[in-house]
């Protein structure tokens, strides 16, 4: 005679494991979205480091000079509004501006989630120029914040492109 016992769980072993998940998963969102804050500001801030490091570098390398400056597309320099996203280039006709022969070195996304200024002597600029020793004609302040930050929040990334032409980052609290 053989018996044969079912194998499996019981509909109470199922919703308790079911209900352990949900309030584990309740515990752990808060705490993950702040993680992806905190990756979407650092993401963007290497974003900006590597661009400028990049453009200054093909310039220095091509003995001609690079830039770097706002566009949604990666083909044309658009106007003062970081946000569209930004493309590393190297001069080649030398004339410190973006023009056409100008070599696209890297193009990099805009991301909704950020908020971007950049200043230069207290007004918006265009474009970030490096000459062909690496430097810049004026420093150049960039404000990174996520957009939905709240006052004190650690969100918020300062870059600094020094006249020398090197770039320093440093964090804040939002405003």
Not at 162 to 168: L, V
Request: proline share 2%.
């Amino acid at each position: 005679m053989t018996s044969s016992r079912s194998r499996g769980f019981t509909l109470v072993e199922l919703m308790t494991a079911i209900a352990v998940l949900a309030i584990g998963s309740a515990l752990a969102f808060p705490s993950f979205q702040g993680v992806m804050r905190s990756n979407r500001v650092a993401t963007s801030t290497n974003n900006f480091i590597a661009a400028f490091n990049l453009a200054r570098s093909e310039g220095i390398r091509g003995n001609r000079g690079g830039g770097v400056c706002p566009s949604s597309d990666g083909l044309n320099c658009e106007g003062t509004d970081w946000n569209i996203g930004l493309m590393a280039y190297e001069d080649v006709d030398f004339n410190g501006t973006f023009s056409a022969g100008d070599r696209v070195v890297r193009y990099f996304e805009g991301n909704d989630a950020i908020e971007l200024t950049a200043q230069s002597g207290g007004g918006g600029i265009e474009q970030v120029a490096f000459d062909r020793s690496g430097r810049v004609a004026a420093p150049v302040l960039i404000n990174l914040q996520i957009k939905d930050c709240e006052a004190g929040q650690e969100y918020r990334r300062v870059i600094e492109v020094r006249q020398i032409g090197q770039t320093r980052m440093t964090k804040e609290p939002c405003q």
